[in-house]
């Protein structure tokens, strides 16, 4: 086995206390309201969005909790976001 990986314990169970779990299913807005898109993973501290056929990787620390819904609080790179974001869909979602 390669040094610093670990053996996988099979599937992991659901942890009613996780924060991540507030922020999956929540649409994300900018300043002005305008939805950026819909968290629908992570990846290390980055939450995935899925916006039509688009997905974007963004710094969770780019978002804070509302009432609702995610609010962009930092800036944003769009294009590498949807770069990111289509890598992880290549690896994620696509089929074999």
Do not use: C, H, Q
């Not at 299913?25 to 290390?44: A, L, P, Q, Y």
């Not at 039509?52 to 509302?66: G, H, N, T, W, Y």
């Amino acid at each position: 086995m390669a040094r610093g990986n670990k053996k996988s314990s099979g599937p992991k169970e659901f942890d009613p206390d996780d924060f991540r779990d507030d922020y999956l299913s929540r649409f994300v807005k900018d300043s002005g309201n305008t939805i950026m898109g819909e968290t629908i993973g992570f990846e290390g501290k980055d939450l995935i969005l899925k916006k039509e056929d688009d997905f974007f990787r963004i710094p969770m620390r780019s978002v804070d909790l509302e009432s609702d819904f995610l609010r962009l609080v930092k800036e944003v790179n769009w294009k590498k976001a949807r770069k990111e974001g289509e890598k992880w869909r290549k690896r994620e979602l696509d089929p074999l």
